[in-house]
């Protein structure tokens, strides 16, 4: 029940509404209570508002369920593919290739090549 739904009233024996009404003691609101819009029999009470305190922990539990429902945690400590690898057969490290400021040049097959590029011709230049 909340304010504004079709009542019946038992005691007036009208379809009319509800109504909020506070209750006070003295200087102290003690709830609010439901009564017929017509001729104002009480039909329920309010359950006090809550707020702040017990919304927030539903609120960051429900985030961390979004959180492990992606997976965050899993990816940031799955290892790179391959990483270690594949970094030794960049063009960049192949005895192959020429450095130069505009086009790398790879001697092997006399072309430009990328100094990122995977070749499988790689041969590791001695440093
Ligand atoms: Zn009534």
């Known amino acids: 029940?909340?304010?504004?739904?079709?009542?019946?009233?038992?005691?007036?024996?009208?379809?009319?509404?509800?109504?909020?009404?506070?209750?006070?003691?003295?200087?102290?609101?003690?709830?609010?209570?439901?009564?017929?819009?017509?001729?104002?029999?009480?039909?329920g009470s309010l359950a006090p508002e809550v707020k702040g305190e017990k919304a927030d922990p539903l609120k960051s539990?429900?985030?961390?369920?979004?959180k492990n429902l992606l997976g965050a945690d899993d990816f940031e400590k799955r290892p790179k593919l391959n990483s270690s690898e594949s970094e030794e057969h960049f063009c960049k490290d192949c005895l192959h290739l020429i450095p130069h400021p505009f086009v790398n040049r790879c001697v092997k097959f006399g072309k430009e090549v990328n100094p990122m590029d995977d070749c499988p011709s790689f041969t590791k230049k001695n440093t």
Do not use: I, Q, S
Not at 61 to 66: E, L, N, Q, T
């Open 1 to 43: 029940m909340k304010p504004g739904d079709e009542y019946h009233c038992p005691k007036c024996g009208k379809n009319t509404f509800l109504k909020k009404e506070a209750v006070m003691d003295g200087w102290t609101r003690k709830g609010d209570v439901l009564k017929c819009a017509a001729c104002g029999h009480l039909a």
């Open 61 to 66: 539990a429900a985030a961390d369920r979004f």
